[in-house]
């Protein structure tokens, strides 16, 4: 069972928030930690069977994340009740995500039979050109592995940075400039914590693949 931190009293979050907004990592790590409580509540209540409550969790934990960095003491009287409104935010992207591929995924169920009394299918219906199988595949294990990366080898900055620019995890797809706004800093400021994160995805999904592929390999 996951135990988390309890929550700072109102003074020392007043604390925290000021040394983070001074330049104080750690007291933004702190800030993080101490409210990992509040993401386990909100996902809870989108908790069903079918769900994994770790994914829920690390989606809810990316809100947390933005929460913390974008908070502004002067418009919300406390961290909690605004990060729980960007925590289900996130939570709420990811089920549309989710809704939509499952649309995209019913076009493989079958419809009928044709004239030979071969399997008929929406998507034979709908398309005209022949579908790729392994092509898909490969896609579908590139995608799995970029995600592992993404949450082992990216700092919570570029993690932010990288999901709104490409609109991972639901997110709507935004500018260098949109971003920069949101987040307070400059542009070109984004414009590097991009090119680093692609860089260490690069690397990193490089390694994965090689390493995934000899696994693959051995098992024959």
């Known amino acids: 069972m996951k135990t988390f931190k309890k929550p700072l009293s109102p003074e020392e979050e007043k604390y925290y928030l000021a040394r983070y907004k001074e330049g104080d990592i750690e007291a933004r790590n702190l800030l993080i930690e101490h409210n990992l409580r509040l993401v ?20 809810g934990i990316i809100g947390l994340i933005k929460a913390v960095m974008t908070f502004d003491s002067e418009k919300n009287n406390r961290l909690a009740t605004y990060a729980a409104r960007c925590i289900e935010n996130e ?8 809704k939509k ?11 009928g039979v044709d004239q030979e009394g071969r399997e008929l299918r929406l998507m034979d219906v709908l398309e005209s050109e022949p579908v790729d199988i392994l092509g898909n595949l490969e ?3 590139n995608i799995f592995l970029l995600y592992s990366c993404m949450k082992d080898v990216l700092s ?7 999901c709104d620019r490409y609109g991972l995890y639901g997110r709507q797809e935004k500018t260098q400039r949109e971003i920069a706004s949101e987040l307070g800093i400059s542009r070109s400021y984004v414009s590097r914590l991009e090119k680093k994160a692609l860089e260490k995805l690069r690397e990193a999904l490089g390694e994965r693949s090689a390493k995934h592929t000899g696994t693959e390999y051995e098992k024959r």
């Open 139 to 141: 896609l579908q294990k």
């Open 91 to 98: 939570l709420l992207m990811m089920f549309r995500s989710r």
């Open 40 to 59: 386990a509540h909100v996902a809870k209540k989108y908790q069903a069977p079918e769900q994994d409550t770790d994914d829920l969790i690390s989606i």
């Open 156 to 162: 919570d900055r570029e993690l932010l940075v990288i």
């Open 101 to 111: 591929l499952t649309r995209e995924v019913s076009m493989y169920e079958k419809i």
